[in-house]
């Protein structure tokens, strides 16, 4: 006979957030498919692999996995709150630059001056991180999935 259990989600606070522990960060592989024509072409890429162990309702843990490229773009996807009159904007970049910016690896200034041996350091920090306590909104994919919203991820004390 089968147990029943009860659903596990995010515990939230009163703002909506959830902490969590990034556990490791590892280089993987992604897989995405294009069409050419009448072909569809397998194409393989790199990708980094954010590994997140969250609190859950039910005191289990539940692992999520935010995945991003690989490349740092100085250059915002998107700029919000520019208009007219407004002083306060907030650039939106790419998934591994947010990730990057979030965990205080980078900051904004040195995103434009970062060199080869910059690079290279970044990828070290990257490889060593682990255990680090973070908090950030959780939401669901169009699958139903559990998603970390990586515009709101911040360093937990």
Known sequence: MADIRRANRPAVDAEGYSTGVLTEVALGE?????????????ITYDRYEFYFKVKGKTGEDIDIVVHTGTVINDEPVKVLGKA????NTINIYNRFTSMCLALGLLTESELTTISKDGLDD????????????????VGRNDDGYFVIDIQSIRLSS
């Open 30 to 42: 992604g897989t995405r498919f294009e069409k050419k024509g009448r072909d569809v072409e397998q």
């Open 84 to 87: 007219r009159g407004k002083k």
């Open 122 to 137: 970044l990828q070290q920090k990257l490889e060593a991180l682990q255990d680090v306590k973070t908090i950030f909104k």
